[in-house]
């Protein structure tokens, strides 16, 4: 390939990187924003319903039913839409910035998404597990395998090869994994920077590894793909 094909191809990938983790961090602070709301109000409503008194049926079952209703609220930002919005941002940006490397068909984001379930929903049951549950984790990286392989290629004959070829595509898998948390927690602390100085230090390290984690997903297409 062309260096300035490699280039052009690079610079949209980083493109959509960033969007992506400015996307993240964004929507990610405004449903905490939303969820310390909704518990602030939680708590004024317990405090109200503790010194109520036992006679007054009428504002007691008021306040229980505000009470529910907020804690749907909470549960309904915590647990369906902030996962179901970071995944359409993943599938949509991160897809992107795959499907940029190669021309694929109409249906490959559908065929992006559906690949990327499985692992997705086993790292949120091992979040919400509080990261104890090691059986979910062990089913994230063994599914997050897969999708790393339909990532580089989408067709079923990679999956085949990747398997006989474990020891090239394994590490090749491991450093991938690394460089997706370093990227998530450079882009979070440069993101944080902002409000809290020290920017000097850590946006030229995301920097760094932005272009890392762009330019390896680039290879992997271009080698194994």
């Given at each position: 390939?062309?260096?300035?094909?490699?280039?052009?191809?690079l610079?949209?990938?980083?493109?959509?990187?960033?969007?992506?983790?400015?996307?993240?961090?964004?929507?990610?602070?405004?449903?905490?924003?939303?969820?310390?709301?909704?518990i602030g109000y939680l708590q004024i409503i317990q405090?109200?319903?503790?010194?109520?008194?036992?006679?007054?049926?009428?504002?007691a079952s008021f306040l229980v039913q505000s009470l529910e209703k907020s804690a749907n609220r909470a549960y309904l930002y915590t647990f369906i839409l902030a996962p179901l919005l970071f995944f359409i941002m993943y599938v949509i940006l991160e897809g992107f910035s795959w499907k940029l490397i190669k021309k694929r068909g109409k249906m490959y984001f559908i065929?992006?998404?559906?690949?990327?379930?499985?692992?997705?929903?086993?790292?949120?049951?091992?979040?919400?597990?509080?990261?104890?549950?090691?059986?979910y984790l062990a089913f994230t990286l063994i599914f997050g395998f897969f999708t790393f392989i339909f990532y580089i290629n989408p067709k079923f004959e990679i999956i085949i090869n990747a398997f006989k070829r474990i020891y090239l595509f394994l590490p090749l898998y491991i450093?991938?994994?690394?460089?997706n948390v370093l990227f998530l927690v450079s882009g979070f602390l440069a993101y944080l920077s902002f409000f809290i100085g020290n920017y000097f230090t850590l946006v030229p390290f995301f920097i760094v590894v932005l272009?890392?984690?762009?330019?390896?997903?680039?290879?992997?297409?271009?080698?194994?793909?």
């Open positions: 390939m062309k260096k300035g094909t490699v280039k052009e191809k610079w949209k990938i980083l493109i959509f990187d960033i969007l992506f983790i400015i996307m993240f961090l964004t929507v990610f602070f405004l449903i905490r924003k939303s969820l310390i709301v909704y405090q109200n319903l503790a010194n109520i008194d036992s006679s007054n049926i009428q504002e065929k992006f998404g559906l690949i990327s379930v499985p692992s997705y929903v086993f790292l949120l049951l091992f979040l919400i597990s509080g990261l104890k549950n090691y059986v450093f991938y994994i690394i460089l272009l890392l984690y762009s330019s390896y997903k680039l290879f992997l297409v271009e080698k194994y793909g």
